[in-house]
């Protein structure tokens, strides 16, 4: 692949977007490169590191890296001692060279974010949203409260605008299915009518994907497992394996709530009966809070028995608002299924944590949704 090719992922990413203008972002060795730089944070990275790290010749590092300063997305970081030659000089990312904006449409609120490139957030709006109302009423303050997050900037270009929504939805069309709740919006091609009103282009994702894709950067480059589990006015999972996002190959991966957990149990809003969802939010409609935890848990636990997960990041507004409960619940399952299961304590111990980033998690991973591809997949540095 060219040097000047944009990534497939971000190709898909932007397909059916407006123009992205994205000179020094283009290709998959730049991706590379500018992953390293993000990883590295302040102190930058030398070039024959950067060499060692994506196995590019130095020649190939130096004239990436020169586009990238060129572009103002790279800078100096002083210089580093090296064994043997002259000292080598570090770079690092400019994280506000360019912006990414967020959009967390949920069923009764709109966040939106805008970041700089470490996906650190730099501004954040709040508007509510009627999200049963239909397009026209989404459209409108969607484009509404960007305009004005646009306004508060210093004008540093953005790249592009993740959304974020309840799902089912196919990430690769950008189209919405039968919504929990909202049928109504079967089939609507939401990622272009967004990129339209807004003027950028646009990714789409499921709240819980955004969600897990913006915790993912947590983890060392290409390594780690977690299930993130968000119960807010619904329940669903963004699930991280080996490093990476897990979609699915028709992206309807993490369909988390709607496990059936009893056969005869109460009518879900997706139809069925006895999924985790709706057994889940009926105790939190009684105020039984250590009974919707205990449901949680009963998922939480099938699913780290499928996956082995290295962890569970708990999320959303009904577990932000009483957060305790859900933590205990969660564990005790875990705890409990640990026993049954045998094997080192080490094993046994799945962590139970919330999820960083509380109210904003969706809105930030949103926003992640613009800039991952652009990042690329980063090797692991080597060991020898
Ligand atoms: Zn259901």
Not at 350 to 357: D, F
């Amino acid at each position: 692949m060219s040097s000047n090719d944009l990534p497939s992922v971000a190709l898909a990413a932007f397909a059916g977007s407006p123009g992205a203008n994205l000179p020094a972002l283009r290709g998959h060795n730049a991706a590379l490169v500018l992953g390293l730089l993000r990883t590295a944070g302040e102190d930058g990275v030398s070039r024959p590191e950067l060499a060692a790290h994506t196995g590019l010749t130095p020649q190939a590092v130096s004239k990436i890296t020169a586009r990238l300063r060129a572009e103002g997305l790279a800078a100096e970081a002083g210089r580093r001692a090296s064994t043997g030659g002259k000292p080598a000089t570090a770079l690092r990312l400019v994280p506000g060279a360019r912006h990414a904006i967020g959009l967390h449409l949920d069923r009764d609120e709109l966040t939106t974010v805008r970041t700089d490139l470490a996906g650190e957030a730099v501004a954040v709006r709040r508007a509510p949203l009627a999200f049963e109302a239909g397009a026209e009423q989404l459209l409108a303050t969607a484009a509404r409260e960007v305009a004005a997050l646009r306004a508060e900037s210093d004008g540093t270009p953005v790249l592009g605008v993740g959304a974020a929504c309840p799902g089912p939805l196919d990430h690769a069309t950008g189209v919405l299915h039968r919504v929990t709740g909202s049928p109504h919006w079967d089939g609507f091609p939401l990622r272009d009518a967004l990129a339209d009103r807004l003027g950028l282009p646009v990714v789409l994702d499921k709240d819980t994907n955004a969600a897990a894709l913006g915790l993912a950067r947590d983890l060392p480059p290409g390594a780690g497992s977690f299930g993130y589990l968000h119960l807010g006015t619904g329940l669903g999972a963004g699930l991280v394996l080996g490093g990476g996002l897990y979609r699915g190959p028709r992206t309807g991966a993490g369909e988390f709530g709607h496990q059936t957990i009893q056969w005869d149990g109460p009518r879900c809003g997706c139809g069925r009966c006895g999924c985790i969802e709706a057994l889940c939010l009926a105790a939190v409609a009684r105020d039984d809070l250590p009974g919707a935890a205990r449901a949680l848990g009963v998922g939480a636990a099938n699913l780290v028995e499928l996956l082995d997960i290295d962890r569970v990041l708990l999320g959303g507004r009904t577990v932000l608002a009483h957060p305790a409960p859900f933590l205990d619940g969660v564990t005790e399952a875990l705890a409990d299924r640990a026993r049954t299961r045998g094997g080192s304590t080490a094993r046994a111990a799945i962590p139970v944590v919330l999820a960083r980033g509380g109210p904003r998690t969706v809105a930030d991973g949103a926003a992640e949704l613009v800039l991952a591809p652009l990042f690329g997949a980063v090797p692991a540095p080597r060991t020898t």
